[in-house]
């Protein structure tokens, strides 16, 4: 079957950096995208990675290793407003297949 | 631009009954996604239309969802007849290619 795992909490202090990991299982892999979810609303876009290595975007920074099936978004100079869901996804040949979820408290 | 536009926000019903939610995407987004959300649990796939067609609906759990998007348009997603575990946040969310997809607010069922 096809898989994404990440951690369902993580917890970090404000102004800090924090990285949420994702490794997945899938066939068809076209490439990785992060979405953050707060609570009751919709999931919004961040970053996507085709291939490997870094993309920075700001505060917010994407990774992928392909031949690692592995990928992690870091979040730097945390803010309160960063407290959410952060979701992993896998861009296969016919759909997006989502992660759990990761849930990033932050502590001020 | 509008964004993509789901209706109802909220809908309660009695097991048995059917819901019909429905969803507008992004005008000129061929791609359009359903998704449900179980709280605490993964934001699950179950079909992608691209214009009119099926793409995957491999998603789906069961004969009693069925998702039409006439025209290439809209979109909506039938529940007939509902069950308990059917509750969730149905989210659609759509795009032109594959790497971003923007989603609508969400359609909460709640199945009594």
């Known amino acids: 079957g096809q898989s994404l795992e990440q951690p369902s909490e993580v917890t970090a202090v404000e102004g800090a950096i924090v990285q949420i990991n994702c490794t997945y299982q899938?066939?068809?892999?076209?490439?990785l995208s992060w979405y953050q979810q707060h609570d009751g609303g919709a999931p919004t876009f961040l970053s996507y990675?085709?291939?490997?290595g870094l993309e920075e975007t700001g505060r917010f920074s994407s990774f992928l290793s392909r031949s690692d099936s592995y990928g992690y978004l870091l979040l730097q100079e945390l803010q309160m407003k960063d407290s959410a869901s952060y979701f992993c996804?896998?861009?296969?040949?016919?759909?997006?297949?989502f992660g759990k979820g990761t849930r990033l408290h932050i502590l001020p | 631009e509008a964004g993509v536009t789901q209706f109802p926000s909220h809908s309660v019903i009695e097991k048995g009954q059917t819901v019909t939610l429905r969803c507008d995407p992004i005008?000129?987004?061929?791609?359009l996604y359903w998704y449900r959300r179980v709280m605490g649990k993964e934001i699950k796939f179950l079909l992608h239309?691209?214009?009119?067609?099926?793409?995957?609906e491999s998603g789906m759990p069961n004969n009693r969802f069925l998702a039409e998007r006439t025209g290439g348009t809209y979109s909506t997603l039938k529940v007939q007849p509902a069950e308990l575990e059917d509750s969730g946040v149905y989210f659609c969310?759509?795009?032109?290619?594959?790497?971003?997809?923007?989603f609508g607010a969400g359609s909460r069922l709640t199945v009594l």
């Open positions: 990675n085709a291939l490997d």
């Open positions: 239309f691209v214009k009119e067609s099926k793409q995957d």
């Open positions: 996804a896998c861009i296969l040949d016919d759909k997006i297949i």
């Open positions: 899938t066939s068809g892999f076209y490439g």
């Open positions: 005008s000129g987004h061929d791609n």
């Open positions: 969310a759509s795009s032109q290619g594959h790497t971003d997809l923007t």
